[in-house]
């Protein structure tokens, strides 16, 4: 063995001694990395001692034994390419440098539009002038980058129940070289085989254009926490000067696993429920998907709709507890639970009370009452006023001013809806009574009418009638057809007359315990007009007065004083003018005719009408002697 080390020794530094003494050294990178379809350049560095003649191109499949193939040959000392393989035709560019002073220079070896097939060995030999030679090595690699990874999760769903692991979802990448790398994870950390619990199968397919196509399929045997895991898968590939990654969508999956536990509850389960009202009541179990319900009452089955039971006008026989429970068929396992529902209600208002009529001076107890699921309030009202917050209303020393209606309000505080309301009519006997004067309403000055209103209270209710007489001869007057409405205490009657002169209206009340009466004097109410007349002159003449106008206090007298002057000033006026005809100083027209203008009067006669806002006067005067007509009307 010794010897044998020994002889290796030897030789090693015969060959350390023979490439130090070389005469032709070459040196070159062990490796380039490049794109595929990029440009590859390949350099060659030698020193040299005697001139260079020639480089020569060879290449061989990386990691194989086997003999070089030159491709491409180029003459150093006439600078120019002697030999150049059909593979690389078109493709391959050369340059070529050389230092005379100190013996040194470089070939760069380009080669365009690199293919998969140009990942070789490439060989560099310099030849000198005196037959000596040293050559260089390096490696294309080429890369391509592959597609972005398309996950496709298994949707079915897996189930717990399952011994085996279940496959959970399938990853491709595609076009890539170097052959990329699959990596699965789960919530971010990668997913290692494991016997029993995780299964990795993948397969690669070398495509006609020397790409790779990867697919790799992840199983597991899944768990109930899995239903929110993540899986995505991870690609690596190697680009020149280091590797990258990239990772897929992410996707979560179904997973199947049975119920161990159900929990029944009540939509809206702070609300309180009363009497037809609608209930939901949903059931959940803690398994996926979920299991056939079945919800009973009372031990009765109910209807069901997957998992929500709905109870429509629901009443105080619905109350207790409801029942759901799930039958897994495929783990054989069945749960329960329950929840107990409370209906609450309000019952109708029962009033007790010995009588509802009463003799003036008696006292009464009104009790009001309602069962209820819950605390209630009770309170008594009369004509909307609050009078006691209590069951039982006392009544005390009766008179008219209790008759009337009663009513009992029951609410529950806790449950606002839930109110019920009951009123009671209470009667006072007693003689008719007239709590006020009749009533005399607006005037409805058009028509001269006017509305007369008596309100008469006592028990039995009292019968109205009415009576009208002239009030100057005492006459009766014919009564138009009364209105009456009853009243809780009593009834009302009501009139429309024409009142043409002053009357006396008398209402009388009369039931089985007496007659009252009341009267009230009514005015006469005249129609009002308003119009302007003329004064016509037998002498062609034409008079317009004004209407009078309305006056204050005292206008009476103002009024007459100013009919007199006028009257006054018309008689002297027509003296004058008929002093003047009978001496014939003033012409009454071209043929002696006499002028007469709308109405006819007698030859002397001056007619004059004045009318005011409330009365109607009119005057004929006759010639200067003042004789008076009497008034039109």
């Known amino acids: 063995m010794t010897l044998r080390y ?91 440098s050389h230092e005379p002073q100190n013996s040194r220079g470089s070939g760069l070896l380009i080669i365009d539009n690199v293919q998969l097939s140009d990942q070789k060995e490439y060989t560099c030999t310099v030849h000198d002038v005196s037959t000596d030679s040293g050559e260089g090595h390096t490696r294309l690699q080429i890369f391509n980058s592959p597609s972005l990874p398309v996950i496709e999760g298994i949707y079915t769903g897996i189930s717990v129940i399952e011994e085996k ?21 789960k919530d971010r950390l990668p997913l290692q085989q494991s016997d029993g619990e995780v299964k990795i199968s993948e397969s690669e397919t070398t495509k006609a254009n020397g790409l790779f196509t990867v697919e790799s399929n992840l199983y597991i045997k899944a768990q109930r926490t899995d239903k929110d895991a993540v899986f995505y898968c991870e690609v690596k590939y190697s680009v020149p000067g280091g590797v990258r990654m990239t990772e ?32 939901e009541i949903w059931c959940e179990g803690n398994g996926n998907p979920q ?66 009529v009463l003799h003036q001076g008696e006292d009464l107890a009104l009790t009001c009452n309602a069962s209820s699921s819950l605390t209630t309030l009770t309170a008594w009202y009369k004509d909307g006023t609050r009078l006691v917050e209590k069951h039982v209303l006392e009544l005390h020393n009766a008179s008219y001013d209790t008759a009337g209606v009663y009513m009992c309000e029951v609410t529950v505080p806790s449950l606002p809806e839930l109110q019920e309301q009951k009123s009671v009519q209470i009667s006072v006997r007693g003689k008719p009574k007239f709590t006020k004067e009749i009533e005399v ?8 009418s006017v509305n007369l209103t008596c309100y008469a209270e006592g028990f039995p209710f009292p019968t109205i009638t009415w009576t009208l007489s002239d009030l100057r001869t005492g006459q009766p007057v014919p009564v138009p057809e009364a209105e009456n409405q009853m ?36 005015k006469a109410y005249a129609r009002v007009t308003t119009t302007t007349t003329q004064a016509t002159s037998t002498k062609g003449t034409r008079l317009t007065v004004p209407p009078k106008q309305p006056q204050t206090g005292g206008g009476s007298g103002v009024i007459i004083a100013v009919i007199i002057i006028c009257l006054l000033l018309i008689a002297i006026l027509g003296s004058v003018l008929y002093f003047l005809y009978k001496k014939g100083k003033l012409s009454c027209g071209r043929s002696g005719e006499k002028d007469f203008t ?36």
Not at 248 to 270: F, R
Not at 441 to 448: C, F
Not at 510 to 519: I, R, S
Request: contains cysteine; negative net charge.
């Open 6 to 96: 020994i002889a290796l020794l030897i030789a090693g530094l015969s060959v350390l001694t023979c490439k130090t003494w070389a005469m032709v050294n070459v040196s070159m990178e062990d490796r380039v990395e490049v794109y595929l379809k990029g440009k590859a350049e390949i350099s060659c560095i030698y020193t040299l001692k005697e001139p260079a003649k020639m480089i020569v191109w060879s290449t061989k499949l990386p990691d194989r034994e086997q003999s070089k193939k030159g491709f491409f040959a180029y003459d150093t000392v006439e600078n120019k390419i002697i030999d150049e393989d059909s593979e690389y035709a078109g493709r391959i560019n050369f340059t070529h």
């Open 165 to 185: 692991p279940s496959k959970v979802a399938h990853c491709i990448v595609d076009n890539g070289f170097p052959r990329p790398i699959i990596t699965w994870y």
């Open 248 to 279: 897929s969508k992410k996707i979560n999956i179904s997973v199947y696993y049975p119920t161990t536990e159900v929990k029944v509850y009540v939509n809206q389960p702070d609300r309180l429920i009363k009497e037809g009202d609608t209930v």
């Open 291 to 356: 299991p056939v319900f079945t919800f009973t009452h009372n031990g009765e089955e109910l209807n069901e709709n997957n998992q929500m039971l709905l109870l429509e006008n629901v009443t105080r026989s619905d109350s207790g507890p409801i029942v759901c429970q799930s039958d897994d068929f495929d783990a054989e396992i069945n749960t329960e639970d329950s929840v107990n529902i409370m209906v609450h209600y309000l019952d109708q208002i029962v009033v007790t009370t010995e009588k509802t």
């Open 441 to 448: 309403g607006p005037v409805n000055k058009a028509e001269r």
């Open 487 to 522: 009243t809780d205490t009593g009834i009302v009657s009501m009139i429309s007359l024409r009142a043409m002169s002053e009357l006396t209206a008398k209402c009388s009340a009369a039931n089985e315990l007496g007659t009252e009466d009341v009267t009230r004097k009514i």
């Open 598 to 633: 709308k109405e006819k009067a007698s030859k002397d006669d001056i007619v004059m009408e004045m009318k005011s806002g409330k009365s109607e006067e009119a005057v004929l005067l006759q010639g200067v002697n003042g004789d008076k007509k009497s008034p039109a009307e």
